[in-house]
């Protein structure tokens, strides 16, 4: 059946004649471009989910012979964002030799290694299990996708008759089995008992589409993944209401995110209990209808059939028996709750993993929830990492899609829990979460860091991002703001940065930056205040403004961030850090500087009192003393720069070479040098240090501590 470019309702048509006929003639870019648009539309495959390929004639660089070679998607890529780099180039002929030395199903681990000594592209990324089921079949180019339209089908009791009766014959179906060698030789079976067939059904798993060019495989897989989104669609709510209707109703937005944002820290310490997690909301209007259904009860245990989907999420998630309203108010009686409810989880995991496993299976891993259901708020996912916790949450969204198709249609069938065990506990699966690189000291940290849209904030959050942590840039000036955020997303991508206006004087303000990290992270492991300003004047010159302003904003204000950050850590019941920006002006009586002076003294003996009165909690509150740091500062603005030229007796424009002067090391200290020294003190190596400073000023002998 062909459809329309213009009548698809239910998938992106995105190619365009354009582009790719700048790459007429290079079959490996065509592939790649197709794979991108593919990897696009979450309807049609997921992140990281399925592979592509396609067969080309190259030259053996040893024998210059025309040889056939099969480029497909490495291990543990993504279609969506792959490139050349991301493929693997393996000889046809010798991948399909392999035939004669496969020694049965219970042997396919072997294979794998095999892999590797049928490589052509000595640069390939390492090729990945689903490569025979690829190589088997005849045709140039192949898509292998997790669409949750053709998985409702493949997941449904009814699967294997109705993509008989909805192709007309023209998709075959094969039954669940792992991705492996001998799947790959049940398609070519499939393909030689059906010639002509335009695709195969994977039961309980996904799709295989083919064409004999770029264009043609990717209609194709266009056209049965409409197919099957428009029979889905015709039959929701024909038999029944979906998901059995409404058993429990939504909150309003606003009051689903306030719940939410209060719950996440409490949610997220429990999660961490293992190793600390990295969080994502979602209360969409999809995780609605399935969280407040009379089905989610059936539904939910069930857990979910495609292996990518479980890999994500875990066999099943928590459903908390939490009315959407209650009050939050009691901490710890709310901890002690769920807190029963996370460990009657990890006992059923820990059930799972002994009554499945194997002799030789890896040891259990971590056996919290990673998906999170709370009726009527929406849905909490956690992980070691802001993007694996989004994916997670996006990866139970096309589960859900899946349950609700399937019992549209039929009746949702999830894999049994030994074939689920075997796909999770896989030693090919535990081989590749291995081979993971080492995790940056920051990982699965989220920092909130005041006054960060320029000059030392925002050195402060970059070195932090760079060092693994995901941090909340706040700014009073929004359109600074932006062009923060703005420039970090596209350096380090969305996942790791929430941009939140932030006036520290304002406690409304401030609530409302602490409920957007609570909702984009879940909860903050650092607090860096170094919101600020500077006045200089003369003691007779100081006004009442000049004082309460210096106070509200350095004292007040570090305060009431700390006191938020801190309400948050001890929910989460994980440590945490606190770093005051202070000012060697805390130790050095300058001139024309008393309020100035004064307040940042306020803050150095503050820092040293939360530090004595947060210990029990492991929240370690500790200062850097910067001195003299022009670069990307609006510290110089409002006169502060005239005025101190003027105290010291000299012009503006040699302010910055009088400040480098007077160190013993003779050097201007950079905004890097500050970041390095707030890092210092989060970075791990410094755990048993609090109350401390550390001054980072070229070394300006007046400001030695005695």
């Not at 213009?6 to 003639?25: Q, T």
């Not at 939410?260 to 600390?276: D, H, M, N, T, V």
């Not at 919290?368 to 009527?376: A, D, K, R």
Request: with cysteine.
């Amino acid at each position: 059946m062909n459809i329309p470019i213009m009548s698809f309702k239910y998938v992106s048509y995105l190619w365009d004649e354009a582009k790719a006929a700048k790459l007429e003639g290079n079959e490996v870019d065509l592939l790649i471009y197709r794979s991108n648009m593919l990897g696009a539309d979450l309807r049609i495959t997921n992140y990281g989910g399925g592979n592509t390929s396609c067969k080309t004639t190259e030259l053996d660089p040893l024998t210059k012979e025309p040889v056939e070679v099969m480029w497909i998607k490495g291990s543990g890529g993504d279609i969506g964002t792959m490139t050349r780099s991301g493929l693997a180039g393996l000889y046809v002929d010798k991948l399909r030799s392999l035939k004669g030395i496969y020694r049965g199903i219970e042997f396919e681990d072997e294979m794998v290694e095999l892999f590797n000594h049928c490589i052509y592209d000595l640069a390939s990324k390492a090729p990945s299990i689903d490569t025979p089921l690829h190589g088997f079949l005849p045709f140039k180019h192949i898509d292998h996708l997790h669409p949750d339209a053709a998985i409702a089908i493949a997941a449904s009791k009814d699967g294997e008759k109705i993509t008989q009766e909805l192709w007309k014959g023209a998709i075959a179906w094969v039954p669940w089995q792992r991705p492996g060698f001998d799947l790959g030789l049940q398609l070519k079976e499939a393909l030689d008992n059906n010639p002509g067939i335009r695709g195969i059904m994977l039961g309980g798993h996904g799709l295989f589409t083919w064409g004999d060019t770029a264009y043609e495989c990717y209609m194709n897989s266009l056209e049965v993944i409409e197919t099957a989104s428009a029979y889905l669609v015709e039959n929701y709510g024909k038999k029944r209401p979906v998901f059995g209707g409404e058993k429990v109703s939504s909150l309003a937005p606003e009051q689903r995110k306030a719940q939410a944002a209060k719950l996440a820290p409490i949610l997220r310490g429990l999660a961490s209990s293992e190793k600390r997690m990295v969080g994502t909301f979602n209360d969409s209007d999809t995780v609605l209808q399935f969280i407040n259904s009379h089905d989610l009860e059936k539904l939910a245990p069930m857990g979910t059939s495609c292996p990518d989907h479980f890999l994500r999420t875990k066999i099943s998630p928590l459903v908390l028996d939490l009315a959407a309203d209650a009050d939050l108010s009691d901490v710890g009686a709310l901890k002690e709750s769920i807190g029963a409810a996370f460990q009657a989880y990890r006992e059923m995991y820990a059930d799972y993993y002994e009554k499945h496993k194997h002799p030789n299976s890896p040891a259990m891993r971590d056996p919290n929830p990673v998906v999170i259901l709370w009726p009527g708020v929406g849905m909490f996912s956690y992980a070691k990492d802001k993007q694996t916790s989004r994916v997670a949450s996006e990866f139970y969204i096309n589960a859900i899609n899946v349950m609700r198709g399937a019992e549209a249609v039929s009746e949702y069938v999830s894999l049994p829990l030994q074939e689920a065990f075997d796909i999770e506990y896989w030693l090919l699966e535990e081989a590749k979460l291995q081979r993971m690189p080492k995790e940056k000291p920051l990982s699965r940290k989220i920092a909130l860091i005041t006054g960060s849209a320029g000059g030392i904030g925002k050195g402060i959050a970059e070195r932090y991002v760079q060092e693994g942590a995901c941090v909340v840039l706040t700014d009073i000036d929004q359109s600074r703001l932006d062009s923060a955020v703005a420039e970090f997303e596209k350096k380090y991508g969305k996942d790791v940065v929430l941009g939140a206006q932030l006036d520290v004087t304002n406690t409304e303000s401030l609530a409302s930056a602490i409920q957007a990290t609570c909702l984009k992270f879940g909860g903050i492991d650092i607090v860096v205040n170094n919101a600020g300003i500077s006045i200089s004047k003369g003691f007779e010159d100081h006004s009442q403004q000049d004082w309460d302003r210096l106070n509200d904003i350095l004292v007040m204000g570090q305060y009431h961030v700390s006191k938020a950050g801190v309400s948050l850590m001890k929910q989460q019941g994980l440590g945490g850090d606190i770093v005051n920006v202070v000012s060697k002006n805390a130790l050095v009586a300058g001139p024309k500087n008393v309020a100035y002076g004064t307040a940042k003294a306020a803050q150095l003996h503050m820092s040293r009192l939360m530090a004595a009165e947060l210990a029990e909690d492991k929240i370690r509150v500790n200062v850097v003393n910067p001195d003299a740091v022009i670069e990307n500062s609006n510290i110089w603005e409002g006169g502060w720069a005239e005025n101190r030229a003027k105290a010291y007796g000299i012009d503006v424009k040699d302010l910055p070479q009088y400040y480098a002067n007077r160190t013993l090391l003779k050097e201007s200290v950079k905004v890097s040098d500050i970041a390095d020294a707030a890092f210092a003190f989060v970075g791990g190596l410094l755990t048993k240090t609090t109350g401390n400073m550390l001054n980072v000023d070229g070394g300006l002998a007046p400001a030695f501590p005695r």
